[in-house]
């Protein structure tokens, strides 16, 4: 068995920080890209931040410049530094990793299960 489990969420005001961690846990052989979504209520889930194996990252518009993701590849955590938050922020935010269990699977697609982010403004 795989699970990603999220930590870190939150209330903080606008302008404030949060970090978010994710860890990945169970047998496990290599994580490849591991990402960060969010949704909102009313709103479809939305990817924020992706990191590859390699530490190659990709931003969601939005969250450009304010936002940075990085990994912990002995840990098999990744990480997401959220500043400079704004009330649009808030959601809840999903872990997500490729994972490799053994030579012999399928690299397979894992979801964490949230936690909440919420900015008052």
């Known amino acids: 068995q795989v699970q990603l489990v999220e930590s870190g969420g939150g209330l903080v005001q606008a302008g404030g920080s949060l970090r978010l961690s994710c860890a990945a846990s169970g047998t496990i052989l290599s994580v490849n890209t591991m990402a960060w979504y969010r949704q909102a209520p009313g709103k479809q889930r939305e990817l924020v931040a992706t990191?590859?194996?390699?530490?190659?990252?990709n931003y969601a518009d939005s969250v450009k410049g304010r936002f940075t993701i990085s990994r912990d590849n002995p840990k098999n955590t990744v990480y997401l530094q959220m500043n400079s938050l704004k009330p649009e922020d808030t959601a809840v935010y999903y872990c997500?990793?490729?994972?490799?269990?053994?030579?012999?699977?399928?690299?397979?697609?894992?979801w964490g299960q949230g936690t909440q982010v919420t900015v008052s403004s």
């Open positions: 990191i590859t194996s390699g530490d190659d990252t």
């Open positions: 997500n990793a490729d994972i490799r269990r053994s030579y012999y699977r399928p690299v397979t697609n894992y």
